[in-house]
């Protein structure tokens, strides 16, 4: 039988332990996950693409099916070229519904074939994101819980270069 291939993409801008929970639920239903680092949205990353790979390679390597990728040009063509059969989003609140629905209508414009799933949030993931972790990382808050242990001290490690170069 084929291969069930999902890709879960996202700007990863530090992974959370929100986005790790969906994609190892993801692991759990596909042969083979594809976790696609997008780059080219025109929000300013906080990490470069290798880094936000290394740390998501590095917090999902228990996952044997779960493979970390980058790309830089149409989410639809990235999943094409992986013969994908479905993309994986999370849903956190109503508030990120709009947004995905538009998404998914285009996508599914673009490639009737490629089908998108959502996975609910857990309840205690429903506000958490990448940038709230950011901005309170960023004031010295404490994000223990939110995100991987060794994002938190990537997380730190950010905040004090930045502050050293001021
Ligand atoms: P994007 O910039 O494409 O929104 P993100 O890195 O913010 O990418 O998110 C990637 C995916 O992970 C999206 O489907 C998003 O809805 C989902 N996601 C983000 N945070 C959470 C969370 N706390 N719980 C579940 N899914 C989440």
């Given at each position: 039988m084929l291969n069930k291939v999902?890709?879960?993409?996202?700007?990863?801008d530090p992974i959370t332990n929100g986005h790790l929970d969906i994609i190892r639920r993801a692991a759990d239903i596909f042969d083979i996950v594809y976790v696609a680092?997008?780059?080219?949205s025109s929000?300013?990353?906080?990490?470069?693409?290798q880094e936000r790979m290394d740390l998501?390679?590095?917090v999902t390597n228990s996952l044997s099916n779960v493979k970390v990728e980058s790309s830089s040009g149409l989410l639809i063509n990235y999943a094409?070229?992986?013969?994908?059969?479905?993309?994986?989003r999370g849903l956190r609140a109503v508030s990120d519904f709009e947004y995905e629905m538009q998404i998914?209508?285009?996508?599914?414009?673009?490639?009737?074939h490629i089908e998108t799933?959502?996975?609910m949030?857990?309840?205690?993931?429903?506000?958490?994101?990448?940038?709230i972790v950011k901005e309170v990382s960023q004031y010295g808050g404490n994000i223990h819980g939110l995100v991987p242990d060794l994002v938190e001290d990537a997380l730190k490690e950010k905040y004090k270069q930045k502050l050293d170069r001021k």
């Open positions: 999902a890709v879960v993409p996202g700007s990863f680092v997008m780059n080219n929000k300013r990353p906080l990490f470069d693409v998501i390679k590095e094409k070229s992986k013969n994908a059969n479905a993309i994986i998914t209508a285009m996508n599914r414009f673009l490639d009737e799933f959502f996975i949030t857990q309840n205690k993931h429903s506000f958490l994101s990448s940038s």
